[in-house]
């Protein structure tokens, strides 16, 4: 039993096996005898005592102690080295671990890159084979391993110590070695599996390697930027500045980029920025509200310190943005304009990256996320003008059945050129890597692989590597550390991403694209959905119908046009309610200042007359001019009102930042009553701009029944004039036929100027009427100012 348990490579002693065998055999006997005495156990029991058997199978395979190999240096040695592995070993069982050593041992050389993946996914299985220990004085001894309690140990050896043979990887175990009380006999409680790579001389045949080193960040800026005229940008969050600070990702990035043969792939957007934030910016709190950013000396001494790093070496921009191709051909290509939005921000690479890296990119390399492509992406991935497609050897799978791995480059049809990246190696730093133990597994697996690679074939080839697009810091380091190892070692040479793409093909290697249906279901999970493109083209259309009534256009369509760029972002998966935010506030900004643009409205109106004047105010919050609308007054009643002479009338508006102004249409009425005007601006391309203003105009006719009631007046005071004449009249004539002659000199002594009741009669009717006259309504009165902003008044007169 014991015997079954020790590691292989374990020779316990011939007493200790005698005793352990002696021992089992007496603590067997009564145990035996009990079990003849047991019932026969159920299919439950039987079940129940399998999953125990395979949790404590679990449990056993691990080992009780474990072990972090936290350096191994050199990665790659050769004959002449002193290799020295250290790290820690951790006792997690519940019993002091007793007479313990840590040890090394160099298993069979691994000839297969599968063979390589097994070994690191058993890495910590006590019961694999590992090939026995080097011994002697190149162990780590320990009296006592405490429960719980981390000790250090360090090993050093000299490489001709180990006893390796022809070059080629070879499996390296650290083992901790001793007893409990429960097991007093020396056994294997814990180890660690990794690989040590073994080139000591130069290759026959070099590998050319590209190796991708991303800067890329997530969205950061909005599309809001202040009313001065740098118009001062506002960010979502001040992340940008953590990662850029000394010691932050992008920071690193840079570093540790700088003394790297690398491909540096860039996204634009990233460059802009930080180079907004060297000259001022702001940051947009939780409350709405926005304060002053403080980091531009941090953004300057990053850019200086990235324009040196890539000096002379190959930068491949991608798209402003780096968006989503896969998830703009999966979901976006049925939505007008969605590639219009790709080419935008494509055309804009060169301008963006030359003027701020001082370096002209290469722009013909489209990058889906995670390499993973079908015919759709390729469609979409070449559409904006890119002809070679960066994929990944597990989404374009070999099935030709080569015994190698073929060069990256392979031609897919259509002129476009698939630069296949090795999966293997692009995937072998994704993970936590904060423990050194884990990025020290990282790197030897990463190196372990390239080498395995190398040896399959006397052919020489090219080989990428495309890393996740976002590295962590940690991250980053171990890449860097396996880089500079691989570039100093004997059997790869550095390569261009341009110089890998033109490389001859391999005829064995596969070039069919795979189908939709091959596109990974996690992928297409975290794709931007339909909605999204579809909120992006609404937004494009609303800046469409705004832009063309600016003065200065471009202080509007650059920050929102790239800020719909950011919305189609590949950073974004994962991350799909931030996305639906981000979208959302770009749509509302833009709402918000084509609102400031509008109709002042207005209340009923009196018109007071057959003709008058109508002012309608349009006022422009904006702080540049608005021309090129077209205002619109129309009657909903033209046969009681006319609106110039006809039921509409247009008349074009250009209006100042920051001011109003009041148009004037002439109007006629035909009828009394409310005629229902509606105010509408207009592009000059005919499109409806802003809300309508519906108002009522009530139309009374006092002047015709002012005219008429002098008139009748006029009548009356006539009529009585004659009656008063013919009644005197009659007096007199009856006076001279009773009274005589005498009777004229008695008339004649009354006044001297009598007075005349019809006259008198005549000229109070005048008077009544001329304090009784209103206004006319053809006297010209001159135009008043211009109107108030504010709505107008219930019943408010209008200029006449």
Do not use: C
């Amino acid at each position: 039993m014991a015997e079954a348990a020790d590691f292989p490579g374990t020779s316990p002693s011939p007493a200790r096996r005698w005793l352990r065998r002696t021992g089992a055999l007496l603590a067997g006997a009564p145990l035996l005898a009990g079990l003849l005495q047991l019932p026969a156990a159920t299919p439950a029991d039987a079940a129940g005592q399998g999953s125990v058997q395979t949790a404590t199978q679990a449990a056993a395979r691990s080992g009780s102690v474990s072990v972090s190999v936290d350096t191994l240096t050199p990665s790659a040695p050769t004959d002449s080295d002193t290799l020295t592995v250290s790290g820690t070993v951790t006792n997690n069982g519940k019993q002091n671990v007793t007479d313990a050593h840590v040890g090394l041992r160099v298993g069979p050389r691994l000839t297969t890159r599968s063979g390589i993946d097994d070994i690191a996914r058993d890495g910590d299985d006590v019961q694999g084979a590992a090939g026995p220990e080097i011994g002697g004085k190149y162990v780590t001894k320990f009296s006592r391993l405490t429960p719980g309690v981390a000790q250090p140990f360090s090993i050093s050896v000299p490489v001709d110590e180990l006893d390796l043979g022809q070059d080629g990887v070879y499996q390296l175990a650290v083992s901790l070695s001793g007893e409990t009380s429960a097991q007093p006999w020396n056994q294997v409680l814990g180890v660690q599996r990794t690989f040590l790579p073994y080139q000591p001389d130069e290759a026959d045949t070099r590998t050319k390697t590209t190796y991708l080193w991303p800067l890329i960040s997530s969205v950061h800026m909005t599309a809001e930027t202040g009313s001065n005229e740098q118009q001062t940008p506002v960010f979502r969050n001040d992340d940008l500045a953590e990662e850029i600070a000394p010691g932050g990702r992008l920071d690193q990035m840079v570093q540790l980029g700088e003394d790297l043969n690398i491909t540096w792939v860039v996204d634009p957007d990233l460059l802009a920025s930080v180079d907004a934030m060297t000259r001022g910016y702001r940051i947009r709190g939780e409350n709405g509200t926005t304060t002053p950013g403080t980091h531009q000396a941090i953004a300057k001494r990053w850019l200086a310190e990235l324009q040196q790093a890539v000096a002379g070496k190959e930068i491949v921009a991608l798209p402003f943005a780096d968006p989503d191709l896969a998830s703009l051909a999966h979901n976006g290509t049925n939505v007008t304009g969605s590639l219009s939005q790709l080419k935008s921000a494509t055309d804009v690479i060169v301008n963006t990256v030359a003027t701020i890296l001082h370096v002209t990119p290469v722009t013909d390399f489209a990058w889906p996320v995670n390499g993973a492509i079908d015919p759709s992406i390729v469609k979409v991935a070449t559409s904006a003008g890119a002809d070679k497609v960066i994929a990944r050897s597990d989404s374009l799978r070999e099935t030709g059945g080569l015994p190698y791995t073929p060069s990256a480059a392979r031609p897919i049809g259509g002129g476009t050129t698939a630069v296949v990246a090795d999966a293997r190696m692009s995937t072998a730093f994704q993970g936590d890597l904060t423990r050194a133990s884990s990025a020290t597994l990282a790197v030897q697996r990463f190196l372990a692989q390239s080498l395995t690679l190398d040896l399959q074939t006397d052919k020489q080839r090219s080989v990428v590597v495309a890393p996740q697009r976002m590295p962590t810091a940690s991250q980053a380091q171990a890449m860097a550390q396996a880089l500079t190892a691989l570039q100093q070692g004997t059997w790869s040479e550095s390569q261009d991403l341009t110089a890998a793409a033109r490389a001859k093909p391999d005829p064995g290697a596969t070039t069919k694209v795979p189908p939709a249906s091959a596109y990974p279901s996690s992928l297409r999970k975290q794709s931007l959905p339909r909605r999204a493109f579809g909120q992006i083209a609404r937004t494009q259309d609303k800046l469409d119908n705004f832009k063309v009534i600016l003065s200065n256009e471009s202080r509007v369509v650059t920050p929102f046009g790239r800020a719909m760029n950011r919305e189609m972002s590949t950073s974004w998966r994962g991350h799909g309610s931030e996305a639906s935010s981000f979208r959302s506030g770009v749509e509302s900004y833009l709402d918000d200042l084509a609102s400031q643009v509008r109709l002042i409205p207005k209340s009923e109106t009196k018109l007071s007359g057959r003709s008058a004047t109508i002012p309608v105010t349009v006022q422009n919050n904006l702080v540049q001019g608005v021309e090129h609308l077209v205002l619109r007054l129309s009657s909903k009643n033209p046969t009681r009102l006319k609106i110039g002479d006809a039921a509409y009338e247009e008349q074009r508006v250009a209006v100042n930042g920051g001011h109003s102004q009041s148009v004037k249409f002439t109007t006629s009425a035909n009828a009394n009553g409310r005629a229902t005007v509606v105010a509408q601006l207009y592009t000059q391309d005919g499109r409806a701009y802003g809300k309508p203003v519906t108002f009522d105009v009530r139309v009374t006719e006092i002047t015709v029944t002012v005219m008429l009631v002098i008139g009748g007046g006029v009548l009356l005071l006539a009529l009585a004039g004659f009656r008063m004449y013919t009644q005197r009249k009659r007096a007199a004539a009856r006076e001279a036929e009773g009274d005589g002659p005498g009777s004229a000199g008695t008339a004649a002594e009354g006044p001297e100027n009598p007075e005349d009741p019809a006259e008198r009669l005549r000229e109070e009717s005048a008077a009544d009427a001329r304090a009784d006259d209103p206004e006319q309504p053809s006297d010209p009165t001159p135009n008043t100012a211009v109107e108030s902003a504010d709505p107008s008044g219930t019943g408010e007169r209008v200029d006449r």
